[in-house]
């Protein structure tokens, strides 16, 4: 090992689900992310099937079926030399690395051994799923299957292509992910635990952002905590990427949540999601204060050649609680509302509590998305449970005269 190398006394991690990578200390023992070659396509492999003795030819023939080599021993024993090298003394890494992903020779065969010391996701995975079929008690599994849903970051090497050697093990990991998703939203939605549902679907709208059973839940938890305008954007923009995507309309159950929501809206019930409705209509009044600062923001940003552009306002209120923890929401919520404003839209303080902002020729069917998004960086960081609430009115024409 050359000098400077360092001792590599901490744990290592390897994260298989989505791409692949191998960290230590949170950071890639990569440089400049080059693990792409044929060598690493067999560490690849055989990090999948460790402690499993696997021979050139069956290397050869499992990552390389459509290449015929002549001598796949040599062409392995090459690649392994390399890979060797790369664990113990590479220029790749600062670390040896060795002792903890060791390969080892065994009659012309090659195994690759992991340490216990090594974190890998789906050997973690795979434990959680086995706790899981064992534990009765219902609370402990919630906990084991929400740890092991958060290990699922997308398909198993997701940056490996349509290499057919993994879709067998894609497909099982995929399966299981689906199996456990589901059983905790049922789970869940028996307790009437909404809330929870609510932040279940959004981290699997993270990895699987179509999945069907996620959707409908999600669905379902909307209309329970009657946020009946915000269930019937989300149904109607994942409707259009089922359609667009997909080529398929949504499932039945869906639909008829969906007809169920349009009938409550229209018998004119107010919502949690609009608990003031002619108090926010004071909002867009073409006499009201907060009007008239957007329709002077709104001056600067039209162009000498676009005479109308169209608009949409959303409000987000915020529930009141300790001073302080209030304040920490606010400037989260804020920076949450940043990062979906583009420099043309503007967004600002209606009341201590509640946040306007308008957003300038952006399509309907991105509200849902926008929404998501807010919600999602704010929960993350702001983790503390807060009442607040989304609503973005359909969008409108503005003239330069100032006229709608």
């Not at 999948?48 to 080599?69: F, G, H, T």
């Not at 995975?125 to 079929?133: D, M, P, V, W």
């Not at 997701?158 to 456990?180: A, H, M, Q, V």
């Not at 699997?204 to 409908?216: G, K, M, P, S, T």
Request: with cysteine; net charge negative.
């Amino acid at each position: 090992m050359s000098e400077n190398k360092l001792n590599f006394t901490g744990i290592l991690e390897i994260k298989m689900f989505g791409n692949f990578d191998i960290l230590y200390d949170n950071k890639s023992i990569f440089k400049n992310g080059k693990h792409v070659n044929r060598t690493f396509e067999i560490l690849r492999y055989m990090i999948v099937n460790n402690d499993k003795e696997l021979s050139p030819e069956l290397i050869c023939e499992s990552i390389w079926p459509d290449k015929e080599y002549q001598d796949p021993r040599n062409t392995v024993t090459t690649y392994i030399f390399r890979l060797n090298k790369f664990l113990k003394d590479g220029s790749a890494t600062t670390y040896d690395i060795s002792k903890f992903l060791k390969i080892i020779c065994q009659k012309g065969s090659y195994k690759l051994i992991i340490s216990d010391r090594c974190l890998l996701d789906i050997k973690r995975f795979h434990n959680l799923y086995e706790q899981i079929e064992n534990e009765e008690n219902e609370d402990n599994k919630i906990d084991l299957m929400l740890e092991a849903i958060s290990l699922y970051r997308g398909e198993l090497l997701g940056d490996t292509g349509f290499d057919t050697w993994i879709t067998p093990f894609k497909n099982y990991y995929r399966r299981i992910y689906s199996e456990l998703s589901r059983n905790v939203l049922e789970i869940c939605m028996n307790r009437n635990k909404y809330k929870d549902i609510l932040k279940i679907c959004r981290d699997i709208f993270e990895v699987y952002r179509l999945d069907e059973y996620a959707n409908l839940y999600y669905l379902k938890s909307l209309y329970e905590l009657n946020y009946i305008d915000e269930a019937i954007t989300h149904y109607e923009y994942i409707s259009s990427r089922y359609i667009s995507e997909l080529g398929v309309q949504p499932s039945r159950e869906m639909r008829e949540i969906y007809q169920k929501m349009k009938d409550k809206r229209n018998s004119n019930v107010l919502t949690d999601n609009s608990p003031d409705q002619s108090g926010y209509d004071k909002l867009f009044e073409e006499d009201s204060s907060i009007w008239k600062v957007f329709k002077d923001a709104f001056a600067e940003y039209i162009d000498k050649n676009a005479e109308v552009k169209t608009y949409s306002i959303g409000h987000i209120t915020l529930g009141t609680g300790d001073e302080k923890d209030f304040e920490d929401a606010v400037r989260a919520l804020g920076d949450a509302i940043k990062t979906v404003l583009r420099k043309e839209d503007c967004c600002t303080f209606f009341k201590p509590n509640i946040f306007v902002f308008v957003l300038n020729d952006f399509p309907e069917n991105y509200y849902a998305h926008i929404r998501d998004r807010i919600i999602n960086v704010f929960t993350r960081n702001y983790p503390k449970e807060i009442e607040f609430s989304i609503k973005i009115n359909p969008s409108s024409s503005y003239t330069r005269n100032g006229g709608r």
